[in-house]
């Protein structure tokens, strides 16, 4: 199946700086989405993205499907930001999310 | 509108037990999702249903795992004769069709002790 790699694996940041998270995947895929868990476990829908680039608010996410890799911008960094991001790419011709390790954030005042 | 949910949130059982973990998802959502998330991983794939049958269930790890969702929306993980290693989060989520966005529930944190 599948292989997802993310990295960073572990990322702290000084509250206001801005950062890029990346995902390699290691075969083609019909989509992708990225979470963020937040410390209580809830994992919240950020992007569904399987091609191009998307925007919200300080977030955006760009998939290059063609080079296997996803990244996911994050600007002007919050407390409330901090948590584990996690990328999930769906394998084509099957249908469940496949996990990377995620990205551990911590976002310092 | 309201979002998927789980019940119990919390459950906690003896080894050897049977425990029986509730998914309620999105309304009109066909596609219902079950994976689980061991400590420091990123949640791994159980079994998918696809109205009220198990289109794949090449995730679940042996046969005392089993799932149901007899009408189409409620879903039931069963898991028979626990084990500690069994101890995990369980989370459950559901998408409009197959193929489209997935959205999770707060998920189930079962104790085997």
């Known amino acids: 199946g599948i292989q997802v790699e993310q990295s960073p694996p572990d990322l702290i940041l000084q509250e206001g700086a801005n950062s890029t998270l990346r995902c390699n995947f290691s075969?083609?895929?019909?989509?992708l989405q990225w979470f963020h868990q937040n410390p209580w476990g809830q994992l919240i829908n950020l992007f569904y993205?399987?091609?191009g680039t998307k925007q919200n608010g300080r977030l955006s996410a760009t998939t290059v499907a063609t080079e296997r890799y996803s990244l996911l911008y994050i600007s002007s960094s919050q407390t409330t930001d901090s948590g584990v991001y996690f990328c999930?790419?769906?394998?084509?011709?099957?249908?469940?999310?496949?996990f990377g390790k995620g990205t551990r954030l911590s976002v310092i005042a | 509108g309201a979002g998927v949910s789980q019940t119990p949130s919390n459950k906690v059982t003896e080894k050897g037990k049977y425990v029986e973990l509730r998914c309620d998802p999105i309304?009109?959502?066909?596609?219902l999702y079950w994976y689980r998330q061991s400590l420091g991983q990123g949640p791994e794939f159980l079994i998918y249903?696809?109205?009220?049958?198990?289109?794949?269930d090449s995730g679940l790890p042996n046969d005392r795992f089993f799932a149901v969702r007899p009408e189409g929306s409620v879903s039931t993980l069963k898991i028979q004769r626990t084990e500690r290693g069994d101890s995990a989060v369980y989370l459950c989520?559901?998408?409009?069709?197959?193929?489209?966005?997935?959205?999770f529930g707060p998920g189930t944190r079962l104790t085997v002790t």
């Open positions: 249903f696809q109205g009220t049958g198990a289109a794949d």
């Open positions: 075969d083609s895929v019909n989509n």
């Open positions: 989520a559901s998408s409009l069709n197959r193929g489209y966005e997935q959205y």
């Open positions: 993205i399987p091609s």
């Open positions: 309304s009109g959502h066909t596609a």
């Open positions: 999930a790419p769906v394998d084509s011709g099957n249908t469940p999310l496949v």
